[in-house]
């Protein structure tokens, strides 16, 4: 039961960053905390489901934010060289 909790925790920063931050990214990986807390939850052990909620954030972070930057640096433009 406390990999939910691990997971909702979780899901309520994710849900505290996307509202003031701005970023809607963050809601998108709050639902996918909770979904992996409820899942991990209900077919491990808690060892294992405690390590699933928080490796599976971590992994989901680090994508998400790969793909938020890669956008990022293909939509800017170089800055001119000044003199």
């Known amino acids: 039961m406390f ?3 691990t997971g909702a925790l979780f899901a309520l920063m994710m849900l505290f960053l996307g509202y003031f931050l701005g970023m ?3 809601y998108a990986l709050a639902l996918f905390c ?7 939850s209900s077919t ?9 909620v928080i490796g599976l954030t971590g992994a989901w ?16 433009e170089n800055l001119e060289d000044e003199k």
Request: hydrophobic content about 45%; charged content about 10%; aromatic content about 18%.
């Open 44 to 52: 491990m052990d808690w060892y294992t489901a405690h390590l699933s």
């Open 61 to 76: 972070l680090v994508v998400s934010g790969g793909v938020t930057f890669w956008h990022y640096c293909r939509t800017t």
């Open 24 to 26: 809607r990214r963050f």
């Open 3 to 5: 990999p939910v909790f």
């Open 34 to 40: 909770l979904l992996v807390g409820g899942v991990a």
